[in-house]
T-cell receptor
């Protein structure tokens, strides 16, 4: 079945450590997105990518970095500069950004906590 | 810019009760509208969508009608079940945007008691 796989499901970060969250999709989608979810705040956009080797900052990009070397993969690194990383992180993809009526498909998320 | 205002929760109902979750939006163009559902510990699943004025999206007994005149997309279900307990998100995507990004409401927690 086609879908989006996020790993790991749970992740713990030590002080001063960078951690990378994996997101892989086999839907052949061009666009991919990373969101952060905090209780009562809905979803906030961190980074997005419309095509391979291209990505843009979202609303809360500080302390995060991404890469898009392959169409299927869009990993997110939470750097030590992100002082409050504890949250639920969701990856999403979409067929093509030019079609506004197409929904985004989501993975099952990674819950990141500080040790 | 685009934004979504969603009814604050939590909403607590008895089984078979009628559900309404209000959602209003602002958008610069002619947006597409979506409702997503999130079950505990999971990602978001698309529940229904509507892409033009007066369209009605429906799925699993849930309905929402795209009301351009009131910029609303309220979610309704005639008879809720315990299994409907989840968080519901309203989202808007501006058709004029080439970025394809979604703007989400803050989510509404629904709890249904037997």
């Amino acid at each position: 079945d086609g879908g989006i796989t996020q790993s790991p499901k749970y992740l713990f970060r030590k002080e001063g450590q960078n951690v990378t969250l994996s997101c892989e999709q086999n839907l052949n989608h061009d666009a991919m997105y990373w969101y952060r979810q905090d209780p009562g705040q809905g979803l906030r956009l961190i980074y997005y990518s419309q095509i391979v080797n291209d990505f843009q900052k979202g609303d809360i990009a500080e302390g995060y970095s991404v890469s898009r070397e392959k169409k299927e993969s869009f990993p997110l690194t939470v750097t030590s500069a992100q002082k409050n990383p504890t949250a639920f992180y969701l990856c999403a993809s979409q067929t093509d950004t030019s079609y506004s009526n197409q929904p985004q498909h989501f993975g099952d998320g990674t819950r990141l906590s500080i040790l | 810019g685009d934004s979504v205002t969603q009814m604050e929760g939590p909403v607590t109902l008895s089984e078979e009760a009628f559900l309404t979750i209000n959602c209003t939006y602002t958008a610069t163009g002619y947006p597409s509208l979506f409702w997503y559902v999130q079950y505990p510990g999971e990602g978001l699943q698309l529940l229904l969508k509507a892409t033009k004025a007066d369209d009605k999206g429906s799925n699993k007994g849930f309905e929402a009608t795209y009301r351009k005149e009131t910029t609303s997309f309220h979610l309704e279900k005639g008879s809720v079940q315990v299994s409907d307990s989840a968080v519901y998100f309203c989202a808007v995507k501006d058709r004029g945007s080439t970025l394809g990004r979604l703007y989400f409401g803050r989510g509404t927690q629904l709890t249904v008691w037997p």
